[in-house]
């Protein structure tokens, strides 16, 4: 199903996304946009646990959005020095 997102963010090419860290009551009612909202406070660096309190989703499974938040900064981190290594 296209939606036009490309990001776990929830961010595309037609959708742009707020830069506001959304607060857990937002996120205590199932909305279509609600496991966006999540990552985004995943990479916030809000509690798992908190989060899985909130949502009920698996404490293993918010773990894993945690993974692919970290391994987006390293990559981030590596495409800045590489970029300044070639000026």
């Known amino acids: 199903l296209e939606i036009g997102v490309d990001a776990l963010d929830g961010s595309g090419p ?4 707020s830069p506001e860290v959304p607060s857990l009551d937002e996120l205590r009612i199932p909305t279509d946009d609600r496991l966006f909202k999540v990552y985004r406070c995943v990479q916030a660096g809000v509690s798992i ?6 949502t009920g989703y698996d404490r ?3 773990g894993q ?3 692919i938040a970290d391994y987006q900064l390293l990559i981030a981190d590596y495409q800045q ?3 300044s290594n070639e000026q």
Do not use: I, Y
């Open 14 to 17: 037609q959708k742009t996304v």
């Open 49 to 54: 646990d908190a989060l899985a309190a909130t």
């Open 81 to 83: 020095r590489a970029t």
């Open 65 to 67: 959005m945690k993974g």
């Open 60 to 62: 293993w499974f918010l």
